[in-house]
């Protein structure tokens, strides 16, 4: 018996970490469903992949509660009328511009990253946990992570808080899944370390136009080729995902190091 196809969520597929991931997905044997608010991005994503008709885009933008729940209705009617099973979740949209200190702290910045970082996660993890607990096997949920959640530095509180924050809803995934007895879905968070992204790019830039000391170290990683590519991250995160045991995998921090294969002899190892 043929087994069905299984359909893995990537949000933020349009570029960097997302959009690489979803390539490596894809050339696994899923069936990726690329979501993010650019709909030309995730097209340049879905034509990267080696059966771009096996993929859909769907647009959206993650802080808003509208088009959230538009998005899990078009994407468990897809699922519905396509078949097979949504086995993988992996909330990788991630914002959070720097702003020069506390005083310029944008509220508004942080009410944004909070929604697309923390409240995005937990809708949509909510959303589709009825198709998450039928899939044939247990379900992975994945959350890209960063350290940044454990060192406080000057200027990155938008992008710190929320990450910290998310780290407490893995938490609390973790604790409230644990207290069912059946088809519960495994979760792991992921921080891939610096990699050399659109996003970490731009972070660097306003960073640098908001004269913070952080951004030296991260130009520094970017000119001397200790930043990650974003394939290097995917083929890490792919192999976590699809070949983790449970113990390796559910309530893990998982590293890009760790599941690092040696494809790529010059790849940077270090986290
Ligand atoms: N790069 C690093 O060094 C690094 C380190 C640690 C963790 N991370 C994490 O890795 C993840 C991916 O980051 P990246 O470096 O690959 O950056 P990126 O290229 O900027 O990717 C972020 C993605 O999120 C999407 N996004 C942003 N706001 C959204 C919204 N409101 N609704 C839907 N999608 C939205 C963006 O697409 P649209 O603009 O089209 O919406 C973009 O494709 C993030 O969670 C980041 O925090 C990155």
Known sequence: MTKPPSWAVVTGAGSGIGAALAIELARRGCRPILVGRRAAAL????????????????????????????????????????????RYLVHNAGVGPPSPDLANMAAGDLEQALAVNVLAPLVLTQGWLPL??????????????????DRAQPGTGTYGISKKAQHRLFEQMLV????????????????PGVVDTEGLREHCRLARECGLPHVDYLDGALTNGEARSGETVARAMAKALLDAGENAFNGQILKT?????????SDPESE
Do not use: K, Y
Request: one cysteine or more.
């Open 176 to 191: 409230d899944f644990a207290a069912e007895t059946a088809n519960t879905p495994q979760v792991a968070m992921f921080r």
């Open 257 to 265: 190091g760790d599941w690092h294969t040696q494809a790529h002899a």
């Open 43 to 86: 097209e340049t994503t879905r034509r990267s992949l080696p059966d771009p008709r096996a993929a859909m885009c769907v647009p959206c933008d993650l802080g808003s509660a509208a088009a959230r729940a538009q998005l899990i209705g078009r994407v468990s009617a897809a699922i519905a009328n396509e078949g097979g099973e949504l």
């Open 132 to 149: 998450l607990r039928a899939a044939g096997g247990p379900a992975r949920i994945l959350l890209i992570g960063a350290g940044i959640a």
